[in-house]
């Protein structure tokens, strides 16, 4: 399988580069792009020429995908920056909305499946239950908006498609409120976390072995033509919900955070008793968020038989691995 992985970099972008590796050749760009000679796998066209994935020059993504060929793309890219979104909307709607459309017109030109990730910011919140895939969206922010709008494009242009919605992602690689919490706890020795937005933290390492297994599921194995039925044939392509199990508040979030680090001997000068709720009124921000995003993963479950662990589980693993980050990193320093 030859698969074009863009957003080299980002958390879950990381994550992807060990499971993706394992169902073939795996080309990654990042905003500068490579050079043909970077590209796996035989390519007839000219050489010396370069490959680009800087998703503010969508016609370049175009180009780029017709010439390699792919039979999967991967979009991890995005502007995730949720607040900076309310006053760059242009830059946010070309990022979120144009590149991923301009992405699905070429991936259906080439017959490849695009996998593209959104966001459960395009429900406003107002929901007492979890989101399924078919509640209508209701986006209250810039960047929620623009993801939104972006799903409608990859919809609309690639007959192969599969959209992703995630939620309050964290890892080792890249920025995310659980680094953000555990830098705070060496440094503070008091903090308050919002109590009244609920959602359920997703670890990029859960979502990229959920991506890969679902890829392997829809391209490589044959199951759809083993189906009796030829109504069952047709690949489940379409829109999940991918998220952990259970939900938090942001402020139980750092509670969890800080006591599991302690436990793990990474704790700082903050107790998790020392974290005091506030409501989101008393930290004013320039996107509004949902109150309650938590997402319903049962299609996904249906569909190709994955189990969403609980996200309490997911902390102390993103915990010890940046304690194993933090070790080597002093160790190069002696
Ligand atoms: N983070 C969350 O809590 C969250 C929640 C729900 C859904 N999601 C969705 O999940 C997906 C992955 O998010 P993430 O948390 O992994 O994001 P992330 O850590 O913020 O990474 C974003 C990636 O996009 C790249 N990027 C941004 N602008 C670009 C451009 N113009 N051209 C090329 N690359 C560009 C960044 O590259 P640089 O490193 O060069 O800046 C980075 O690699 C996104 O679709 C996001 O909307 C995220």
């Known amino acids: 399988m030859k698969i074009l992985r863009l957003g080299k970099n980002g958390q879950v972008g990381w994550d992807l580069q060990c499971t993706l590796a394992s169902l073939g050749s795996v080309l990654v760009l990042d905003r500068h792009g490579a050079t043909m000679a970077d590209v796996p796998w035989g390519i007839k066209s000219a050489a010396g020429k ?3 994935g800087d998703l503010t020059k969508p016609e370049q993504i175009v180009d780029t995908i017709l010439r390699l060929q792919p039979d999967v793309v991967v979009n991890a890219a995005a502007y995730t920056a949720v607040d900076r979104a309310e006053s760059e909307p242009e830059l946010a709607r070309l990022v979120n909305t144009q590149a991923p459309a301009a992405m699905a017109s070429a991936c259906d030109q080439v017959d490849a499946l695009l996998v593209h990730y959104s966001t459960d910011y395009v429900f ?6 979890p989101y399924s895939e078919d509640d209508k969206p209701s986006p209250k922010s810039v960047y929620g908006q623009t993801k939104l709008e972006g799903e ?3 919809r609309v242009f690639a007959k192969k498609h599969l959209i992703l919605r995630t939620a309050w992602v964290f890892g080792s690689h890249g920025g995310n409120f659980l680094k953000t919490v555990l830098r705070l706890s060496q440094e503070r020795s008091s903090l308050r976390g919002v109590d009244d937005q609920i959602g359920t933290p997703t670890s990029a390492s859960y979502i990229a072995e959920t991506t890969a297994s679902v890829i392997a599921q829809l391209v490589t194995e044959n199951r759809y033509e083993s189906l009796a039925s030829p109504s069952l044939r047709d690949p489940d ?6 998220s952990c199990a259970g939900r938090t508040s942001w402020f139980n979030y750092a509670c969890y955070v800080v006591q599991t680090a302690r436990l793990l001997g990474m704790g700082g000068k903050l107790r998790p008793e020392a974290i005091e709720p506030i409501a989101s009124t008393a930290y004013p921000t320039a996107a509004a968020r949902p109150t309650m995003s938590v997402l319903d993963t049962s299609k996904l479950q249906k569909t190709f038989g994955i189990w969403s662990p609980m996200w309490e589980l997911e902390v102390p693993k993103v915990l010890l691995q940046l304690r ?6 002093k160790a ?3």
């Not at 406003?124 to 239950?129: E, F, K, P, V």
């Not at 194993?324 to 990193?329: H, L, N, R, S």
């Open 50 to 52: 370069r490959v680009h």
């Open 152 to 154: 409608e494009a990859v």
């Open 237 to 242: 392509y379409g829109t999940y919900h991918l």
């Open 124 to 129: 406003d919140g107002a929901s007492a239950n």
């Open 324 to 329: 194993a980050q933090q070790k080597a990193e």
């Open 332 to 334: 190069v320093l002696q």
